[in-house]
């Protein structure tokens, strides 16, 4: 029963990763502002929630896997990104008032930030390099995201009349960048031999968030 639990969530999950990776690209390449991008967008919203709920259910099923912790805790990165990206739109033009959603999204990430942390220090006290490289690049991004929307909710930070915009745009390309890296490294690294350093595991995870994130701040400069 347990088994055929976890492949029916594994089933779905997959199929919200490939439909976000599907309406996350069109959205990216489509006009702007239209009626389609933005029902693409809330398509996209929606699986990228889908694709929480079943990495946190999948974790729940079988915690004695490892590797769905990790997943778990970049699931839950990369929704927030998703999620304030979605937020961002909804605020525009009127006053930031964090409601009490925005507040548990931003411990929620927060507290997977410290804990990747905590994993960094440990696999580098272990020597395991490969793993102290992912978890500290997304304890980066955990920890940062939840201290600046921290100062942001607050009114530590100016807000200025597009930053609704740029932040919209950086939040969904970390998204979207989230969604191509758990393609990548799922599907890669099968075909690569056992004794490839570990450098190159680490590439595979890191840039295609940079790549994206460039795309993102091109498409912000040009807005």
Known sequence: MKTQLYSAVLYFHIACGFTALATGLAVIIMKKGTRFHVRTGLIYFYTMAG????????????????HLWFLGAVAIISFYQTYTGRRMVQLKGKPIIARLDDWLALGLISISGI?????????????NYFQMTLFSFFAMIGIRSGWKDSQ???????????????Q????????????????VVNVIPRHLPADTHWSVFAA???LPGVV??????RMSDKR
């Not at 919209?168 to 393609?183: D, E, L, N, Q």
């Not at 994206?212 to 701040?217: E, K, V, W, Y």
């Open 152 to 166: 942001l909710y607050r009114g530590k930070l100016s807000y200025g009349k597009l930053t609704w915009l740029e």
């Open 168 to 183: 919209h745009i950086g939040r969904m390309m970390g998204s979207y960048a989230a969604t191509t890296t758990a393609f």
């Open 51 to 66: 694709i929480l709920v079943t990495s946190l259910a999948l974790l729940c099923i079988a915690p004695e896997k490892e």
């Open 115 to 127: 804990w990747a942390l905590v994993r960094a220090v440990e696999s580098g006290m272990e020597g």
């Open 204 to 206: 595979l995870w890191v």
């Open 212 to 217: 994206i994130g460039f795309l993102g701040r």
